[in-house]
Nanobody
């Protein structure tokens, strides 16, 4: 099984920065995509940022130009650099991984437990 460990959340003021990290470990035999989703109180969960094959990245419009997702292939770790944080960024951020878990091509989805990001003055 694959285990995702998240870190980096916290309480910051508007305009501050945070960096989230997510490390995947376990039976990983191939990378498909990893990313970050978030869910704010009373709102639907949304994709924030995704990185996939060949360095492909995708961001929701509200974070473009402020957030950067990156991946360290050697240890199956992704980072989300969040700059110019706004109150609307307040949410629980969940790491997601879509990975090959067997040598014969099994594909599975995994979720981290979530880390709280609060942006408030």
């Amino acid at each position: 099984q694959v285990h995702l460990v998240e870190s980096g959340g916290g309480l910051v003021q508007p305009g501050d920065s945070l960096r989230l990290s997510c490390a995947a470990s376990g039976s990983i035999h191939g990378f498909i995509s990893m990313g970050w989703h978030r869910q704010a109180p009373g709102k639907e969960r949304e994709l924030v940022a995704l990185t996939a094959a060949r360095g492909f990245t995708n961001y929701t419009d509200s974070v473009k130009g402020r957030f950067i997702i990156s991946r360290i292939r050697a240890n199956n770790t992704i980072y989300l650099q969040m700059n110019s944080l706004e109150p609307d960024d307040t949410a629980v951020y969940y790491c997601h991984a879509h990975l090959m878990t067997t040598t014969w091509g099994t594909r599975q989805h995994f979720w981290g437990p979530g880390t709280q990001v609060t942006v408030s003055s």
